[in-house]
């Protein structure tokens, strides 16, 4: 793999080890979702079944759970209010984002190092330390039990991570670009938004593609600042309502499962390399 | 914003003299750069740092959702710390933690490399093993708890058809240490494509001329991962290490949809603890101060990472 010369046999056992030992990890990466896939078309008596294959539909595919979750409980409405949440969050974030990570990644003024701390640290903090104080914020605000709950708090984690990613995006940006459009007659805020913004869309496009995931995905708050039905996420939805009684029905869980990932999937599938280099700048510079 | 005001009472000039003045202030590097700033400051101090605040101000006052209570000192620790399951918590938060993380650490390294080898199909194979990173962590452990079923469970089938266990099986997510041990496996599930891809970049950006320079000196390939990968990735490693221990030690997403902290408590962290005691039981004082023991980690954490990490 490194150097030298090999021989062709070497070469195929060092292919062969390769993929030998990537299958097995593929295979545990991919099996709850092709188990989730499996689950939600199988008909009741097969999935309780204790004598049939668990891996196979073996009495036929059936779209009932499907069918159910659609026209018999809430999901259409949690997907709406997932997609009115991330799209508003995210764009809030995306715009104070913007402007923050501008002036901490360019500008000269005295603090701007401590600034930048101040956001990294913020960047650190896990939203399960502070669930429970934002309970009562939002009751205050008046938006408890409400869409604008989620809309209001998600900025808290997303702002931070953003800003972050943003000021690595800002910087790989040559100065004298700006430098010339000043000289040009620019002003600060033109310069920004004609010269420098164009140049970061990569930076931008990865941000949206986290915020989206990120609030899409989010569970935590989700799951303590909403309690009426209506109101709730695809996630939490699906998670806690498709629970009746004590009792889960597997199949419409898991259809709920899988439609609710869709989303996520779709937008995956479509920006992968996005995905891999926000992942690696987020974590790495700095 | 004090020094425009100043120079539009100052001047008292007529309308387009004034923003002229405005403008050529707005220009200025500093009044644009703290400009810029000021709406995440106001979304951090307002959402973050007050919050935090009252995380604190809660912690020490009998505060119960709906009344706002009295301040009561250091009470609510004493509470806490003489509470059998909080120190059961405790337990649990580390014993999960390490194993997680170590298991992330080790499988992630080796997960890199394999990724790293020239291969067919190499972006749908890293495209599938980031997948469980990306799909919502809640959904795919909704999966993992049916995978798990006390009856139904696909593991116990599988194994049993293979012979490795004998019918019927551990009941996984209802016997103490199996339980922490399905909790283990679908926190390292989820977290390995993080290390694995951080790593995996990493290792890209190491020169290949030292692995000719090691070759060349004799080294095989225990030899050139010990002293040239290793040490080459100890600044990737830190980082995602830390991140990593931020994450894991505060979770809240596997433990409450797995196993809601049980059976008997033996899964409970603290996020999950710290829900169960201030929201379905009302205490937020309490609640609040569980959640704050995540604070010391965190506060070690980035004390390490600002101090160590960024400077390199």
């Known amino acids: 793999m490194i150097v030298g010369v090999r021989s062709r046999g070497s070469k195929i056992r060092s292919a062969a080890f390769g993929y030998a030992n990537l299958v097995p990890y593929v295979f545990f990466a991919l099996f709850p979702f092709y188990y989730m896939i499996v689950t939600s078309l199988k008909n009741d008596a097969e999935l309780y079944n204790l004598k049939a294959v668990p891996f196979l539909i073996q009495t036929g595919v059936i779209t009932d759970h499907y069918r159910y979750l659609f026209f018999k409980t809430d999901f259409l409405t949690w997907m709406k209010n997932s997609l009115i949440i991330s799209v508003t969050a995210t764009s809030i974030s995306l715009v104070i984002a913007i402007l923050a990570g501008y002036s901490l990644a360019r500008l000269r003024f005295p603090g701007v190092g401590s600034f930048g701390t101040a956001v990294f640290i913020t960047y650190l903090v896990p939203p399960t330390l502070l669930f429970l104080p934002l309970s009562q914020v939002v009751v205050w605000l008046g938006i408890s039990d409400t869409i604008w709950a989620l809309v209001v708090t998600y900025p808290t984690f997303l702002v931070p991570f953003s800003t972050w990613l943003l000021m690595g995006y800002f910087r790989t940006i040559p100065r004298e670009v700006e430098e010339c459009a000043l000289v040009d007659g620019a002003s600060r805020m033109q310069t920004l938004t004609r010269i420098v913004l164009p140049m970061a869309i990569p930076g931008i496009v990865c941000v949206t593609l986290f915020g989206f995931t990120l609030t899409w995905n989010e569970f935590t708050y989700a799951l303590t600042f909403v309690s009426q039905t209506a109101n709730k996420t695809a996630v939490v939805g699906v998670t806690a309502d498709l629970i009746r009684g004590d009792i889960y029905y597997w199949g419409s869980l898991m259809a709920g499962a899988v439609v609710a990932s869709l989303p996520i999937v779709i937008v995956y599938v479509w920006f992968l390399d996005y995905y891999v280099s926000g992942l690696t700048a987020g974590a790495v510079k700095g | ?312």
Request: hydrophobic share 55%; aromatic share 14%; net charge positive.
């Open chain 2, 1 to 312: 914003m004090a020094v425009g005001q100043r120079v539009l009472e100052a001047t008292g000039r007529a309308r387009p003299g004034r923003l002229t003045r405005v403008r050529e202030w707005w220009e200025h590097e500093p009044v644009f750069g703290y400009g810029l700033i000021v709406p995440a400051l106001v979304l951090i101090v307002g959402l973050v740092a007050y919050p935090f605040g009252m995380a604190i101000y809660f912690s020490l006052s009998d505060y119960w959702v709906g009344s706002p209570g009295s301040f009561i000192g250091l009470q609510n620790y004493r509470d806490i710390l003489g509470n059998e399951i909080f120190r059961q918590t405790v337990y649990n938060s580390f014993v999960f933690t390490a194993i997680a993380v170590v298991l992330k650490c080790v499988l992630g390294v080796w997960l890199a490399m394999l990724l790293f080898r020239p291969f067919r199909f190499k972006r749908l194979i890293r495209g599938a093993v980031l997948l469980p990173w990306v799909i919502p962590t809640a959904l795919s452990v909704l999966a993992w708890k049916w995978m798990f079923d006390s009856l139904y469970s696909v593991v116990n089938w599988t194994a049993i058809h293979l012979g490795i266990i004998s019918p019927p099986g551990p009941n996984w997510l209802g016997m103490a240490s199996y339980a922490m041990a399905a909790v283990i496996a679908v926190n390292v599930w989820r977290g390995l494509p993080f290390f694995a891809i951080i790593v995996l970049a990493g290792l890209v950006s190491i020169p290949r001329e030292y692995y000719e320079a090691a070759e060349v000196d004799g080294a095989g390939s225990w030899g050139r991962f010990r002293h040239v990968t290793l040490p080459l990735l100890k600044p990737v490693l830190a980082v995602v290490i830390l991140f990593s221990t931020i994450f894991t030690f505060s979770d809240f997403n596997i433990v409450q949809v797995l196993t809601s902290g049980g059976p008997v408590n033996t899964t409970h962290l603290f996020a999950t603890f710290a829900y169960q005691m201030g929201l379905s039981g009302g205490n937020l004082g309490q609640g609040a101060a569980i959640s704050l023991f995540l604070f010391p980690m965190l506060a070690v954490i980035v004390f390490v990472q600002l101090r160590y990490i960024r400077k390199e």
